[in-house]
């Protein structure tokens, strides 16, 4: 339990600098929910998540009431569809993504992910399937999530699926076109995607884990800008500790909430991600934390730098507060969901080149991202294809979540609203990769694979 001072320190960073703990996830196993017959699969997946998170909402707010700290997103993850529903005789797999949306609207969570596939090196049937019915299934469901995994440092890049994914992005926009394009902010591209991600859009609930967990994000961007603020003229020893010292103590407060939520729900604790995730509010913005670490703007020069130093130094607090840390705990570099990102954007200070640097970097990758809605396929094959490659090559988890606005050009804005903010559509690099993108294949996994 937290002490008398944590408690005031904590009632403090809540108060004064937005703390909150992002998300309560639900994970469930769907994989005793196996069927030939898409309607009984659809009907055991209904009733298995209805039944495990019947309480998840009402346990959020009660633990909100307790505690006073705000819980802001109540979600669940499930088993990547395209493995739980492999058995399945169909051509489409739309009707599960309904199923799931039906679930999580019924028992009340925000968003449901796992309708993924997991196609590093190579696809099956059902990834084929999956990922066919994306552009259809975002757009006639509300909360579901979806995700590809198309590299790994240990299996190299499945470029068929780069080139793919370039053109179901492409098509869940025009899905979606009525409703800007808001199908590709619920889709993830990854490579090195990991088992127990409790932020969406990228959350599903790996094959490894057990039949159901608990998993809590905890979030405080703002925390840590406040923080820095009293350490303006000190040396980077002192920055670092201090962002280290207060990522502590954030961490702190998502082992509670986990902890407390385990024990009312009755579901084993998974692990705690603590990742600065920014919101559109004044004050809860990684780009403010670079300007008061001494850049005039995010994307000058030093950028990359000051984004390594703070998501190096978030995961060595959070492991220090708690024994399981996991998920993709750092720092995330999301351009709609940050007001001081969009600004950057806006004046041309952040570009999607400079973006790609800090990827090297941050804890995820290129996120929601707005280009013009005249991107090739290709071009998009491109961006994720350069993504990936940093994540394999470097051994970590990189993500794309870009979404081409069909009908906006580079000077228009587009307003996905709530969380996701508003973005203004950035330019791209327009010289063609065609020919590179349609050599398919694999890539090979790079020579530091081998660890056996």
């Given at each position: 339990m937290l002490s008398r001072m944590e408690i005031q320190e904590t009632n403090k960073m809540i108060i004064e600098s937005n703390l909150d703990v992002r998300t309560i996830t639900m994970g469930i196993s769907l994989l005793d929910c196996a069927s030939s017959d898409i309607n009984k699969f659809n009907e055991k997946i209904y009733n298995k998540i209805t039944k495990y998170a019947k309480d998840l909402v009402k346990v959020g707010e009660e633990l909100e009431k307790k505690?006073?700290?705000?819980?802001?997103?109540?979600?669940?993850?499930?088993?990547?569809?395209?493995?739980?529903a492999a058995g399945c005789e169909t051509n489409s797999f739309v009707s599960i993504a309904e199923t799931l949306d039906k679930a999580a609207k019924d028992v009340g969570v925000n968003f449901i992910g796992g309708f993924s596939a997991l196609v590093q090196k190579g696809f099956t049937k059902a990834d084929d399937i999956l990922i066919n019915s994306i552009p259809e299934a975002l757009a006639r469901t509300e909360r579901v999530c979806s995700s590809v995994n198309i590299g790994t440092s240990k299996n190299g890049l499945n470029m068929d699926a780069v080139k793919k994914m370039g053109e179901i992005i492409i098509k869940t926009a025009r899905e979606t076109?009525?409703?800007?394009?808001?199908g590709c902010a619920k889709l993830v591209v990854f490579c090195n995607a990991v088992e127990d991600n409790p932020f969406m859009a990228g959350a599903f609930h790996g094959v490894g884990e057990a039949d159901c967990v608990i998993n809590v994000g905890v979030s405080g961007p703002g925390v840590v800008k406040?923080?820095?603020?009293?350490?303006?003229?000190?040396?980077?020893?002192?920055?670092?500790?201090?962002?280290?010292?207060?990522?502590?103590?954030?961490t702190r407060v998502g082992q509670l909430i986990a902890q407390e939520a385990s024990k009312k729900l009755n579901v084993p604790f998974g692990i705690i991600d603590l990742s600065l995730a920014p919101t559109p509010a004044i004050g809860d913005s990684i780009a403010e934390i670079f300007q008061v670490m001494g850049l005039e703007e995010a994307g000058a020069p030093g950028t990359t730098a000051a984004l390594a130093i703070l998501n190096d130094n978030v995961k060595k607090g959070g492991?220090?507060?708690?024994?399981?840390?996991?998920?993709?705990?750092?720092?995330?570099?999301?351009?709609?969901?940050?007001?001081?990102?969009?600004?950057?954007?806006?004046?041309?200070?952040?570009t999607l080149e400079k973006l790609e640097a800090m990827t090297c970097v941050c804890s995820v990758g290129l996120d929601m991202i707005a280009i013009p809605g005249?991107?090739?396929?290709?071009?998009?094959?491109?961006?994720?294809?350069?993504?990936?490659?940093?994540?394999?090559?470097?051994?970590k988890t990189t993500a794309i979540r870009i979404i081409p606005v069909i009908g906006k050009n580079v000077g228009d804005n587009v307003n996905f609203g709530g969380l996701l903010g508003y973005a203004p559509i950035m330019p791209v690099n327009n010289y063609s990769c065609e020919n590179f993108i349609k050599r398919g294949g694999r890539v090979p996994a790079p020579i530091h694979s081998f660890k056996n």
């Open positions: 505690f006073g700290i705000p819980i802001v997103n109540k979600r669940i993850s499930v088993t990547p569809i395209a493995i739980a076109k009525d409703n800007n394009c808001i406040k923080a820095l603020e009293e350490t303006k003229s000190k040396d980077f020893e002192t920055l670092c500790e201090t962002v280290k010292k207060t990522a502590f103590k954030i492991v220090m507060a708690s024994s399981y840390v996991g998920g993709l705990s750092g720092a995330f570099i999301p351009v709609s969901e940050d007001h001081g990102m969009i600004k950057a954007a806006e004046i041309g200070a952040l005249d991107t090739s396929s290709y071009t998009i094959s491109g961006i994720i294809a350069d993504e990936a490659a940093i994540g394999m090559i470097n051994n």
